[in-house]
């Protein structure tokens, strides 16, 4: 109990409420402060009846300018009628929560640092050689789709020569990847959002801190609010007492600010230039289903191996130097001199997605609804979280419309349940736009997916919620063709064969909690 009472994630919590309350406390203060300067001014019968008016009106003024602030800013749709909502019913407690929250902006300094760096990268985000008359006809058009979309933002290459391989739990990817960090010659470098102490962590830190005494050169990073309870606050220190270069991304300060949101959600492992990993899983026990906290974790993961792990490298690197605050390296070094040519294996396109302005668009939404319309026989999506807006909703419901079998999996036994309320929120109207969805019965699906026509694919950290989207630092690898998506749709079409298909009767069950539900929908692009 007092371990709980003292844990850093109540105190963080705490500090903020604290901070917040002061803030309120400041803004009433100098309203009740003007009428009591306006009595002293004019010293009338009836100064405070006209203190107070003066101040209403002020007040109004300020609401009103807010409001309209809100209404015509670049920012989702979605999130405009829950912030001018709270503007009027809050008056200056709102606009002061509409001034404080409402921006999902890095600070200007990491702003500034990652427009450096993704320029300092595209010295060697250099072309693959991809033929484009090896391409056939639909490849083309989604090479050209995808390229025109990812390259505005951090020049995703398309690759070629890349083997993939799937992992449709948390059990083999683990296997799989100590046995790639024990072979690692020169460097390991990893990248997750949560790390927390336990057997699967202990493992992979043994291998980490015997192959730092060895020379190879090993950097980790996680992201500090995702691993907070975790790990202590100086977690770092002791790793680098092991030879490990280690950084928080993104340290907590307490401050009140929207910053905070811009997390660090990715999960990436490089080995020597040669090697990658990308998807769902963290670096935890529950992951790997050693711990069952919400039954069954169902997870997965991407093993890549040849060009392709050029955009895992370069996507750590940038966000590596953005976290240390150390100069900008030469990124030369850490590429292999040649990558083995894997002929036939398709082609991958590894892509980041994060918080504007660093992304001008929010990539992993329009990928997303990019496979979506390109769609043409089947969609098969698997998400831990289905809280969509308007264009991802319709989007979705269009394909079903237009005779493509769209079928979504989510979680049966939820690891929250507010986010698992809004997700079942969203059940009706998809439910009756042709849309099929899934609860995995077994227990929690943790994993980012999807898969369209045997030919495209993603695996990766992109769930479908607004956090995701708007907020968090995350990456993928967009598939076509490759050895991985037979084994992706065997994984998918067992999972929904281990679900139970959702009706209109069941989104309909408890009537009041699902009104509940649809007023925190309407909340639900704020946090």
Known sequence: MLKKLFSRFLIVALTIILLFLLEVSVIVLFSYGLIFLFMLIIDAEFAIVWGLLILQGLTGL???VTAIHAANRDMVPETKIPWILSIIALGLVGVAIYLTFSSHRPSRKQHR????????????????????????EEMRRWSDVSEALLTANEAAIVYEHTKTEYFPVGEAFRARLIADLERAEKYIFMEYFIVKKGEFWDEVLSVLARKAKEGVEVRFMYDDIGSMGCVNAFYPKKLQKMGIKCHKFSPFVPVISNVHNNRDHRKITVIDGKVGYTGGIN?????????APFGHWKDTALRLEGEGVRGLLLMFLKLYNLSSGEPTEDFSSYFPAAYERFEGQGFVQPYGSGPRPVYPRSVGEDVYINIINMARRYLYIMTPYLIIDYRLREALILAAERGVDVRIVVPHIPDKKVAFA????NYMALIKGGVKIYEYTPGFVHAKGFLADDKIAVVGTINLDYRSFLHHYENAVLMYCTAAIPAIKEDMLRTIAASSLQTEE???KNVVWRWVCEIAKLFAPLF
């Open 62 to 64: 300020i609401v009103l």
């Open 283 to 291: 670096l935890a026990d529950e992951y790997v289903n050693i711990d």
């Open 422 to 425: 809004l997700t079942r929120s």
């Open 113 to 136: 640092r990652a427009l450096e760096l993704f320029e300092h990268a595209k010295r060697f985000e250099t072309q693959s050689g991809v033929s484009r008359a090896r391409l056939d």
């Open 506 to 508: 069941d989104a309909k």
